[in-house]
C-alpha cells in the first residue's frame, strides 16, 4: 500500500515563527513507512521569499527522488502577474502538484478576489487547491468555500485541517453540497474522519500531518477509527496519488 502524507512544511516559517527542518520530514517519513510526502514552504510574505523557499523543495525532493514533491504557496496578494508566473513556474518547472491559500496567515477571503486567481490559476495548470480551515474565523471556516467550489467545480479544493475539528460538521456540510471538495483532517478526531468517510467516501479523504511529529498520530488515526482495509488504503494514499497525480512523480 502505498502512504501519502498530503501536508507538510519545509523550511522557516516568517508568519508563524517556526522552523521546519528537512531531517525531521526524512526521519518522520523512515520511521512511519510513508512513501510520499506533499511538501510547501512556511510562509512568508514578500516574493523573492517564497520563490527561495520553493527553490530549496525543489532541491530538496530532487535530493530525494520518488519520495518528496511540492506545494506552492505564495501569498495571493501579491501583484497578480507575479503571482501567476510563480505558480506556474512551480508547476510547470519545479514539478509542483498543488497550490495552497491560508486564508488566516496571508488575510484572504477565499471568497474574494485575490483567492479568485487562485482558482483559476488552478484550472488553467489542472491542479488541486488546498485551503486552510479551522483557525482564523471567519475566512478560515469551511462555509466560505461553497461558493468558489461551485463556481469552480472542475477544480479540486481540499479542506485542510477540516475544520479542525471545532468545525467539522461544516466541512462535513460543505461537501456533501460541493462534490470537488475534498479533507485532508490532520489535528480532526478519527471519528469525524469516520463520519466523512461513510458519507462522502473514502476516495475524498486524505491523509496529512502538518508537521513531522504528528504524521505518526494522523496515520493511527486513520488506521484505528472504524474504517475498513478497502476506506484505510483510500485515505492513507490511493486517494491523493490520483487527486495530485503521483503515480506521475518518478518520471518529473
Same mark, same amino acid.
Given at each position: 500500500?502505498?502512504?501519502?502524507?498530503?501536508?507538510?512544511?519545509?523550511?522557516?516559517?516568517?508568519?508563524?515563527?517556526?522552523?521546519?527542518?528537512?531531517?525531521?520530514?526524512?526521519?518522520?517519513?523512515?520511521?512511519?513507512?510513508?512513501?510520499?510526502?506533499?511538501?510547501?514552504?512556511? +510562509?512568508?510574505?514578500?516574493?523573492?521569499?517564497?520563490?527561495?523557499?520553493?527553490?530549496?523543495?525543489?532541491?530538496?525532493?530532487?535530493?530525494?527522488?520518488?519520495?518528496?514533491?511540492?506545494?506552492?504557496?505564495?501569498?495571493?496578494?501579491?501583484?497578480?502577474?507575479?503571482?501567476?508566473?510563480?505558480?506556474?513556474?512551480?508547476?510547470? =518547472? +519545479?514539478?509542483?502538484?498543488?497550490?495552497?491559500?491560508?486564508?488566516?496567515?496571508?488575510?484572504?477571503?477565499?471568497?474574494?478576489?485575490?483567492?479568485?486567481?487562485?482558482?483559476?490559476?488552478?484550472?488553467?495548470?489542472?491542479?488541486?487547491?488546498?485551503?486552510?480551515?479551522?483557525?482564523?474565523?471567519?475566512?478560515?471556516?469551511?462555509?466560505? +468555500?461553497?461558493?468558489?467550489?461551485?463556481?469552480?467545480?472542475?477544480?479540486?479544493?481540499?479542506?485542510?485541517?477540516?475544520?479542525?475539528?471545532?468545525?467539522?460538521?461544516?466541512?462535513?456540510?460543505?461537501?456533501?453540497?460541493?462534490?470537488?471538495?475534498?479533507?485532508?483532517?490532520?489535528?480532526?478526531?478519527?471519528?469525524?474522519?469516520?463520519?466523512?468517510?461513510?458519507?462522502?467516501?473514502?476516495?475524498?479523504?486524505?491523509?496529512?500531518?502538518?508537521?513531522?511529529?504528528?504524521?505518526?498520530? =494522523?496515520?493511527?488515526?486513520?488506521?484505528?477509527?472504524?474504517?475498513? =482495509?478497502?476506506?484505510?488504503?483510500?485515505?492513507?494514499?490511493?486517494?491523493?496519488?490520483?487527486?495530485?497525480?503521483?503515480?506521475?512523480?518518478?518520471?518529473?
Amino acid at each position: 500500500m502505498t502512504t501519502v502524507d498530503t501536508h507538510s512544511h519545509l523550511g522557516w516559517d516568517e508568519i508563524f515563527d517556526h522552523d521546519f527542518p528537512a531531517d525531521a520530514l526524512v526521519q518522520a517519513q523512515e520511521a512511519n513507512g510513508v512513501n510520499i510526502t506533499i511538501v510547501q514552504p512556511g +510562509l512568508w510574505v514578500h516574493l523573492a521569499d517564497t520563490q527561495r523557499q520553493h527553490d530549496a523543495i525543489a532541491a530538496f525532493a530532487a535530493a530525494h527522488p520518488g519520495r518528496f514533491v511540492g506545494m506552492a504557496n505564495p501569498n495571493p496578494h501579491m501583484p497578480d502577474d507575479d503571482y501567476r508566473r510563480e505558480v506556474t513556474r512551480c508547476v510547470r =518547472e +519545479l514539478g509542483f502538484v498543488g497550490v495552497k491559500i491560508h486564508p488566516f496567515a496571508h488575510a484572504v477571503n477565499p471568497a474574494g478576489r485575490a483567492a479568485r486567481k487562485v482558482y483559476e490559476i488552478a484550472a488553467e495548470l489542472d491542479i488541486p487547491v488546498m485551503i486552510h480551515t479551522g483557525a482564523g474565523a471567519p475566512w478560515a471556516l469551511p462555509s466560505t +468555500l461553497i461558493e468558489p467550489a461551485q463556481a469552480f467545480p472542475h477544480v479540486p479544493m481540499v479542506l485542510a485541517h477540516a475544520g479542525a475539528s471545532v468545525y467539522a460538521a461544516e466541512a462535513l456540510l460543505v461537501a456533501k453540497l460541493c462534490p470537488n471538495i475534498y479533507w485532508e483532517p490532520s489535528w480532526t478526531g478519527g471519528f469525524n474522519v469516520r463520519e466523512f468517510v461513510r458519507a462522502c467516501g473514502a476516495h475524498r479523504c486524505m491523509m496529512g500531518s502538518d508537521h513531522a511529529d504528528n504524521q505518526a498520530t =494522523e496515520i493511527a488515526k486513520f488506521r484505528t477509527c472504524g474504517l475498513t =482495509e478497502d476506506e484505510q488504503r483510500e485515505c492513507l494514499g490511493a486517494a491523493a496519488v490520483r487527486l495530485y497525480k503521483l503515480g506521475e512523480i518518478g518520471n518529473r
